[in-house]
């Protein structure tokens, strides 16, 4: 029966009311009444269901069961239950999003981090389940990434090194594509220099190996840069634009000789890049070093 409650909590509720602890706004009213029915007829009919089902599959009688009650795993009731407990998850999914784009400033700091977290529980739930060997040390593990979500959830509260959240993203989109593109590569030439030395059956010679993980560290910083141009240009498109405007000032720096013309051209790629509210630029004549006066720009 705490199966519900906690679904209910982890995946309704708190997408419903994080980060403010209120409703999106008064119309999802239905939504939070509907979600907190149905959780609470699922708990009801799951505590006196008649026949218990154990961690193992062994089935015992409900000392408190109710030999009327309908199994809500096993029956129609159930299946209606159940089927509206799953849209209250994704209208409580979709209040997130519309949070989010609504959002500025700090609270949308704070739904990046929350739904950063989400997301590494969903993919290590999909990794952990179908790729990974059932383990200690991968059991371990779990219960660290899983207690992800209120770790950031208190993060984001106390709003401690709240900004880093974007770098962290960043990062953890490139190593993982990196991750993913360098052992593809590295699987995929053994597997073929395995296959031309002796077929897929034999293990591949050691020089195989050696030559595989070379040119898989010869590739490492090469892919890294393209993943990360990447990454910024699709997800962090202002660093993206601001790092090449720099980029195209600092080649035409390397012809320009008029000063008028490369203080007009400082000032516009500060402005497009930092987006201050004003910008000046001052310089001092280098014949008049000690004279507090000089030649001064505003943009």
Not at 83 to 91: D, M, R
Not at 120 to 125: A, D, E, T
Not at 139 to 149: C, D, E, T
């Amino acid at each position: 029966m705490w199966f519900y409650s906690a679904i209910s909590l982890a995946f309704v509720f708190t997408p419903l009311l994080f980060p403010t602890g209120r409703l999106l706004s008064p119309r999802w009213r239905p939504i939070a009444l509907l979600a907190a029915a149905t959780t609470a007829a699922l708990v009801v009919l799951s505590a006196v269901k008649p026949t218990l089902t154990l961690v193992g599959g062994a089935k015992v009688g409900n000392p408190i069961g109710i030999a009327a009650v309908p199994d809500p795993d096993n029956s129609a009731l159930g299946e209606v239950l159940i089927g509206l407990f799953n849209l209250c998850i994704g209208a409580a999914v979709l209040s997130l999003v519309l949070r989010f784009r609504r959002s500025h400033g700090v609270q949308r700091q704070q739904l990046k981090l929350f739904t950063y977290a989400g997301a590494l529980i969903f993919l290590w739930v999909v990794v952990g389940d179908y790729l990974l060997p059932h383990l200690a040390i991968i059991g371990a593990l779990s219960g660290v990434i899983y207690a992800l979500v209120p770790v950031a959830t208190g993060v984001a509260i106390l709003r401690y090194r709240l900004y880093d959240i974007d770098r962290l993203i960043n990062r953890t989109l490139v190593y993982g594509l990196l991750t993913a593109l360098l052992g593809g590569t590295y699987g995929g030439a053994v597997l073929l220099l395995g296959q031309v030395c002796g077929g897929v059956g034999r293990d591949p010679p050691s020089w195989a190996v050696a030559g595989a993980t070379l040119a898989v560290a010869a590739l490492f910083q090469p892919a890294r840069r393209r993943i990360q141009r990447v990454v910024d240009r699709c997800f962090n498109r202002r660093k993206y634009d601001a790092t090449k405007t720099v980029e195209a000032f600092s080649a035409r720096l390397r012809d320009q000789v008029d000063l008028d013309t490369l203080a007009g051209e400082l000032l516009a790629v500060t402005d497009k890049t930092m987006e201050p509210t004003t910008v000046s630029l001052w310089l001092r004549p280098p014949d008049e070093v000690s004279k507090p006066h000089g030649l001064h720009w505003d943009y």
